[in-house]
């Protein structure tokens, strides 16, 4: 699927620049509202393609933070006005893992926003993630900075890859793999960063 993606890309960057712009804003859409597609790895060869072609990198990061931004928020938004609906929807049940969601509670009810921005980064929770903000009532502008701060991030990271990587299948992958162990990293790190400073803070108040 990956590679009839890539050259699909190539096909429509040589014929038009304005039709490329379009296609990365749907495909980090489909991204988050579809799981299952391999938006990681279109994202890299989209920083290939675009140092390879001369293409504005400004326009084409933007076009892709864009997409991933508004189906994010739409999922959050959705989640938190329709709770029950996607609660009880076998489909969106089966496609985000909805079934899972409640074993996120008690960490989402530990650390808020924070969570949302951590689990962008973690393969196959990210959508799940977005939905579980909006059941769970987190509140709107946190959750909406929170979304934006991991989307900037995690979008540009992949993208500028992609520039280093080049159109290589075999090595795009790798990259995904190497990103992905950076990311746990810088993770664990993180929540070591908090867990101490949270330990000192309930010190400083007994």
């Known amino acids: 699927m990956e590679r009839q993606i890539l050259i699909f890309i190539k096909s429509i960057a040589d014929k038009n620049y304005f039709a490329t712009y379009i296609f990365f804003f749907f495909n980090s859409c489909l991204q988050i509202l579809f799981p299952p597609y391999p938006g990681?790895?279109?994202?890299?060869?989209q920083g290939y393609l675009t140092y390879r072609m001369g293409f504005n990198k400004y326009f084409m990061l933007l076009s892709t933070l864009l997409g991933s931004f508004l189906s994010s928020m739409f999922l959050y938004y959705f989640s938190y006005?329709?709770?029950?609906?996607?609660?009880n929807n076998k489909y969106l049940i089966r496609l985000f893992n909805i079934d899972k969601i409640h074993k996120l509670e008690n960490l989402f009810r530990k650390y808020g926003v924070f969570f949302i921005f951590i689990n962008k980064f973690i393969p196959g929770l990210g959508s799940l993630t977005f939905?579980?903000?909006?059941?769970?009532?987190l509140q709107f502008i946190p959750a909406l900075l929170s979304i934006l701060i991991a989307n900037i991030l995690h979008n540009t990271m992949l993208f500028t890859a992609g520039a280093i990587t080049?159109?290589?299948?075999?090595i795009i992958k790798a990259s995904i793999k190497e990103y992905y162990r950076l990311i746990v990293v810088m993770i664990s790190i993180l929540f070591s960063i908090y867990w101490v400073l949270q330990k000192k803070l309930r010190k400083n108040r007994s």
Request: glycine share 8%.
């Open 40 to 45: 990681d790895t279109i994202t890299i060869f």
């Open 81 to 87: 006005k329709k709770s029950d609906y996607v609660l």
């Open 131 to 137: 939905i579980a903000a909006g059941i769970f009532k």
């Open 166 to 170: 080049g159109d290589n299948m075999d």
